[in-house]
C-alpha cells in the first residue's frame, strides 16, 4: 500500500475520506502520546479533524485541537510532541490531505512506510485500539499568537533589529520603510503573514485575506498565471514588494514592485547566501534538491559554503542524512526546494511565514529588490513535460542513466535523484519520473536553454519509445 507522496497523504476527497483519516489516526497513535491537529480552511476541515482526532484518541493518544492554522504554525505546536495538519496545501478545494509530524519535522519515509504497512495489515480487520480505560483525551489550545510572537522575534535576532528588550512592545522599525503588498489567497496566511509584517515594522496591504475554502479570488497554488490580477495591482500601485502564499502558507511566491515575479531559485540563492555568510560554521551547508539551480551553488560557494541536495519533498531527511553524517547541527544554515524553505535556526519545518519576513527584511537591506537579485547570474531556465505512461518510467529513467551521459560527455554526473547533469558553465539539466502525472519532467538552464532542451529532450524521447 503506498499513500503518502513527495508531501503527505493528499488528494480528492473521494480518496481522503473520514474513514481514511480515522484508520490513519489509529495507525500513528499509541498510548501515552500526543498529538496536536490543526486543519486548513477547507470545507472538508472539520469532518476530517475530528475523525483523525477520534482515530488517535482510540488508539490511546491525547489530542490538543488548534483549530485552524498555518501549516507552519501546526509544525510549530508539534514540538516536543507528534502532529498532524489536514491540509491539500496548492491544490484545488475539492483536494484535502494529511500531513504528520513528530517534534516539528515532517514523519520521515520510514515513518509513513510504518503506517502504511499498519493500515495493510489492518485492512481486512477491526484495527487494534487501546483498552476502554487507555483511550485519550482532548482539549483545545490557542497557539497562533505564540508563534507569531516567536516569528517575530527570530527574524529581529537574525536580522540585527535594534530592539529595546525591556519593552512591552515586541514591533521593530526593521521594515519601517518598506511598503509590502500580500496576497494571502483566501488561504491561512491571512491569519500570520500580514501580522508579523506589520509587527516588523511594515506597510502592509493584505489581498484576499478572508480565509474561504472555496478559494473564490484565485486557484490555492501561486504561479505567474494565477497571479496576473495581483501582478496587475503592484504594477499600478507603489508597493517596494510583493508576497503570495498558497492555501496553507508553507509557500512562498516573491513579486517585484513591477509585479513581475522573481525566480524561485533567485529567492532561494540570496537567502541561501545571507545564512551561509553570516554562519559561525567553519563548514556552512545548505540542503536543496536536484530541481534546485546551480546559481544557488555559485552563491554559497562565494559565501564559503557548500550546496547538498536531497530528493524533492525530501528537505527533513537532507538535514537528518547531513547531521548523520557528522555534520554539526548548527552548520546546516538553511533548507530549501523552490517556493519552500526551511529555516533550520528557527524550525525544521518549511515556513512560508518566516520566509515571507525574511525576504522582506534582505529586501530592506538591499534597499530594493533589483539590488538584492544584482549578484545573482540568472540564466534561462525551462522545465518541460515529456509524455511518458507510468508503465514506462523505471525502464526509461534506467536507459537514460546511460544515454544522457554519453550524448552530454563532458558533463559532470549524478544520479542519486533522476539524472543530474552539470556543465562547466554552470549549465545544467535534471531528468526525473513524475511522482503523480504521467510525465518524465525535465529541467534546464543555460544560456543555451532551448538548443540543450531540444538536445535532452531528443534522447528522452528516444528512451521512452524504445521501451518495451
Known amino acids: 500500500m503506498t499513500l503518502f507522496g513527495t508531501a503527505g497523504i493528499r488528494g480528492p476527497v473521494e480518496e481522503i475520506t473520514p474513514s481514511l ?11 501515552g502520546a500526543e498529538f496536536v491537529v490543526g486543519r486548513d480552511g477547507r470545507e472538508t476541515g472539520p469532518a476530517l479533524a475530528a475523525a483523525v482526532e477520534a482515530g488517535l484518541e482510540s488508539a490511546g493518544a491525547d489530542v490538543v485541537r488548534l483549530g485552524q492554522v498555518p ?40 515513518a509513513e512506510r510504518t503506517i502504511e504497512d499498519q493500515l495493510a495489515a489492518d485492512s481486512d480487520a477491526t484495527p487494534a485500539l487501546a483498552r476502554w480505560d487507555e483511550w485519550g483525551r482532548s482539549n483545545d489550545l490557542e497557539i497562533l499568537d505564540r508563534y507569531l510572537d516567536a ?31 500580500v496576497d494571502c489567497g483566501n488561504g491561512m496566511g491571512s491569519l500570520a503573514t500580514p501580522q508579523v509584517l506589520e509587527r516588523l515594522g511594515a506597510d502592509v496591504v493584505a489581498a484576499n485575506a478572508n480565509v474561504d475554502g472555496h478559494f473564490v479570488a484565485r486557484e490555492s497554488k501561486p504561479t505567474p ?40 531559485d ?48 525530501a528537505l527533513h531527511e537532507g538535514i537528518a542524512r547531513e547531521r548523520s553524517a557528522g555534520t554539526d547541527r ?32 534582505l529586501v530592506a537591506d538591499a534597499g530594493d529588490t533589483d539590488t538584492l537579485r544584482e549578484p545573482v547570474t540568472e540564466r534561462p531556465y525551462r522545465k518541460v513535460s515529456v509524455d511518458c505512461p507510468d508503465e514506462r518510467k523505471a ?30 558553465d554552470a549549465s545544467w539539466i535534471l531528468v526525473r519520473p513524475s511522482g503523480t502525472e504521467p510525465y518524465v519532467r525535465l529541467y534546464a538552464e543555460s544560456d543555451a536553454v532551448d538548443e540543450l532542451v531540444a538536445d535532452a529532450r531528443e534522447v528522452i524521447e528516444t528512451a521512452i519509445v524504445d521501451v518495451e
Open 225 to 264: 498565471q494565477t497571479l496576473t490580477d495581483f501582478a496587475a495591482f503592484l504594477e499600478a500601485s507603489a508597493f517596494d514588494l510583493g508576497l503570495a502564499h498558497d492555501g496553507d502558507a508553507d509557500r512562498l511566491v516573491v513579486l517585484g514592485p513591477d509585479g513581475e515575479v522573481i525566480h524561485e
Open 395 to 424: 525502464d526509461a529513467m534506467a536507459a537514460l542513466e546511460n544515454d544522457l551521459p554519453a550524448t552530454f560527455p563532458d558533463a559532470d554526473v549524478d544520479t542519486d535523484y533522476g539524472v543530474r547533469l552539470e556543465f562547466e
Open 151 to 181: 516569528v517575530v522575534s527570530y527574524v529581529r535576532t537574525a536580522f540585527g533589529a535594534d530592539v529595546d528588550e525591556t519593552s512591552d512592545s515586541d514591533a521593530t522599525d526593521l521594515l519601517a520603510d518598506l511598503s509590502i503588498a
Open 330 to 361: 548548527t552548520a546546516i544554515v538553511f533548507a530549501a526546494e523552490p517556493w519552500k524553505h526551511i529555516h533550520t535556526r528557527f524550525g525544521g519545518w518549511i515556513d512560508g511565514v518566516v520566509s515571507a519576513a525574511v525576504v522582506a527584511a
Open 21 to 31: 483519516a480515522l484508520t490513519v489516526g489509529q495507525a500513528a497513535g499509541e498510548p
Open 266 to 313: 533567485t529567492i532561494l540563492a540570496v537567502v541561501a547566501e545571507r545564512y551561509t555568510a553570516t554562519s559561525d560554521a567553519d563548514d556552512p551547508v545548505v540542503v536543496t534538491t536536484p530541481n534546485a539551480s546551480a546559481r544557488i551553488d555559485e552563491r554559497v560557494r562565494e559565501a564559503g559554503g557548500r550546496v547538498e541536495r536531497v530528493r524533492l519533498g
Open 71 to 110: 501549516t507552519p504554525t501546526l509544525a510549530f505546536a508539534s514540538r516536543g510532541r507528534q502532529g498532524v495538519m489536514l491540509t491539500a496545501s496548492h491544490n484545488p478545494p475539492e483536494d484535502n490531505g494529511i500531513k504528520l509530524f513528530a517534534d516539528g519535522v515532517e514523519y520521515d519515509r520510514t
